[in-house]
């Protein structure tokens, strides 16, 4: 069983797999996120340890930013620059049961409110805060784990949502990271276990990110384990211009994968960052543009926030909130200055059984 690491520290390692491309003069950085997450809390411990010893092993160097130590305060600093960006937590996304939409809290992260505090003890730091102060490496690639809404299905108690409710979720969760300049490129969206050792596949060359989002798992029977295949789904991002959504819809399970940003990206423009940025020559990242208004509306319920689970079956919306509620969110609507405008799809939206041309996209 991996070691349960609940410490912030940093760990290298010199052994690379023959398979596996040699990534340059710079190794790509990494940063694995664990957040508080109730009754999961010590399973995704396990599983981002796991992640980061592959991640060593497949030659990134590796910071670990787990509970109870993982501050808003310590990831906005640990992920300063970084070429991949995992979490495994609790997600609180959009659409959901919670109104009103607003971004404070919502489409981000679930993390310690102080260091050293419960795992019961949840803070949501949204997509408002993520584009304000995280700042990635140009063409970073995030992967979000275990996060109830980021790869479509809410909460366990929730039905499955239709495909048009799990667009806009995977859209809205993606659409911080995705902005030029916070840096992501590629999002990455997992509800359940994978049995993929995604820190390999990444530093193999010349693969794109869809090609590593099609990777079959290494367990085969577990149905939302690697590539599903049955009913894929590509449509246009209306929060990221120029970005796309992949699905991967299981015909019973619903939307436990998903993958937005460039999916045309290869592994060597991701690890060519990784080498810019050990240059110091290379070119500063391109300003981005404002942000629209928000325009947020919801027809859904008011309840409070809930700490969603970590999984998701079919059944109903539940029509009270949990017992365990994060901090309280603020209920006035969004103003101007906030960077934001959810994922509503006023009009029909471009939805493809098979790939459209790719068009390009500009991080």
Not at 115 to 122: I, R
Not at 251 to 258: I, L, N, P, S
Request: hydrophobic content about 35%; overall charge neutral; glycine content about 8%.
């Amino acid at each position: 069983m991996a070691l349960l690491i609940s410490l912030v520290g940093t760990a290298t390692s010199a052994n690379t797999s023959p398979s596996i491309a040699e990534a340059g003069s710079a190794k790509p950085r990494a940063v694995i996120i664990v957040g508080p997450s109730h009754g999961s809390t010590a399973e995704y411990l396990s599983e981002g340890q796991l992640f980061a010893n592959q991640a060593m092993a497949a030659g990134m160097e590796v910071t670990t930013v787990f509970h109870p130590h993982a501050t808003w305060e310590r990831v906005v600093t640990e992920t300063e620059g970084v070429n991949l960006l995992v979490y495994f937590g609790h997600g609180n996304g959009w659409p959901s049961p919670y109104a009103p939409f607003q971004e404070l809290t919502k489409n981000g992260f679930g993390l310690d409110v102080t260091a050293g505090g419960s795992s019961s003890a949840v803070k949501y730091w949204g997509g408002r805060p993520i584009r304000k102060s995280l700042r990635l490496a140009r063409d970073a690639v995030v992967v979000l784990y275990r996060a109830c809404y980021a790869a479509g299905n809410g909460e366990m108690s929730q039905a499955y949502p239709s495909p048009i409710v799990a667009i806009q979720r995977v859209d809205n969760f993606a659409a911080a990271f995705l902005r030029p300049k916070v840096g992501a490129s590629a999002v990455f969206a997992f509800a359940t276990k994978q049995w993929i050792d995604l820190a390999a596949q990444l530093m193999r060359p010349n693969r794109t990110m869809e090609q590593i989002m099609r990777t079959r798992s290494q367990k085969p029977g577990w149905y939302t384990s690697g590539w599903v295949g049955h009913d894929p789904i590509y449509a246009d991002s209306e929060r990221t211009s120029g970005a796309r959504l992949l699905l991967d819809r299981h015909v019973d399970r619903g939307f436990a994968r998903a993958l937005s940003g460039n999916l045309a990206m290869t592994t060597d423009e991701w690890r060519d960052e990784a080498e810019d940025l050990a240059s110091p020559s290379a070119p500063p990242a391109p300003p981005a543009p404002p942000d629209p208004v928000p325009s947020p509306t919801s027809t859904l319920g008011s309840t409070p926030e809930p700490v969603p689970s970590p999984t998701s079956t079919p059944s109903s919306i539940p029509t009270r909130a949990p017992s365990h509620t994060p901090s309280p969110t603020p209920t006035a609507a969004p103003s101007a200055s906030i960077e934001a405008r959810p994922s509503s799809r006023p009009t029909p939206m471009r939805v493809f059984d098979t790939p459209p041309p790719k068009a390009p996209h500009t991080p």
